[in-house]
Structure formats: structure tokens, C-alpha cells
Nanobody, 125 residues
Framework: QVQVTESGGGLVQAGDSLKLSCTSS????????MGWFRQAPGKEREVVSC????????YYIDSVKGRFTISRDNAKNTIDLQMVSLKPEDTAMYHCATISVMSADFCQLERDGYWGQGTQVTVSA
């Protein structure tokens, strides 16, 4: 059974920073483009950021450009999301997931892909 584990979320104030991390003992990330998506209660899932297998291409949704940075370490099998200048609208459950297709301008989750239980990010005003 494939397991993906996200960590690093928390309750912070607007303007603070958090670093989310993702790892797996059963899935080798190096073979996949990977990404982070978020979902808040009552809202649709939103792909936040993606990175290709070689870290050559990165995608960011407009609302996080300049504030979030995605990175990966294939040797350690980790995917990180550094978030700075957090805003209340960033509040959501964040999930690390396998990606189907991506470019610097586009990113799509894999239809039958893998993601974990998520890590909650709550930003107070």
C-alpha cells in the first residue's frame, strides 16, 4: 500500500512562515513530477505548486507566486513547500501528490494518483 506523509502545518499569524514536507517509504518520488494541492472547507481543490522530476520546471498558482517555493530532494525522497508571508486565505488542508502533466504554466493532478492525509495550515488575521 502506497503511503505519502505530509508534515509541517500549524496555526500561525498572517505574515508568518511555514515549511511543509512530504515523504514516503513506499513511493519513490524521483520517478514522478510532484506537487502540493490544498482544499479548504466548502471550496474546490486547488493545485498550489508543482515540480518536475529534475526540478527544471516549477509551477505556482498566481495567488502564491513570490511567497511559496517548492523544492525536492530525490536522494532523501522529500518534497518541500516553503511558505512565507502567509495570508488568512492560505488556510486549508495541504496535500502532497503525484502529478500527471505539468509545465511552468500548468499543472494537473494524476487522476488515480497518490496523496496523503494532509497537513492543516491555519493562518489567523
Amino acid at each position: 500500500q502506497v503511503q505519502v506523509t505530509e508534515s509541517g502545518g500549524g496555526l500561525v499569524q498572517a505574515g508568518d512562515s511555514l515549511k511543509l514536507s512530504c515523504t514516503s517509504s513506499t513511493l519513490t518520488f524521483g520517478a514522478w513530477p510532484m506537487g502540493w494541492f490544498r482544499q479548504a472547507p466548502g471550496k474546490e481543490r486547488e493545485v498550489v505548486s508543482c515540480i518536475d522530476a529534475d526540478s527544471d520546471a516549477k509551477y505556482y498558482i498566481d495567488s502564491v507566486k513570490g511567497r511559496f517555493t517548492i523544492s525536492r530532494d530525490n536522494a532523501k525522497n522529500t518534497i518541500d513547500l516553503q511558505m512565507v508571508s502567509l495570508k488568512p486565505e492560505d488556510t486549508a488542508m495541504y496535500h502532497c501528490a503525484t502529478i500527471s502533466v505539468m509545465s511552468a504554466d500548468f499543472c494537473q493532478l494524476e487522476r488515480d494518483g497518490y496523496w496523503g492525509q494532509g497537513t492543516q495550515v491555519t493562518v489567523s488575521a
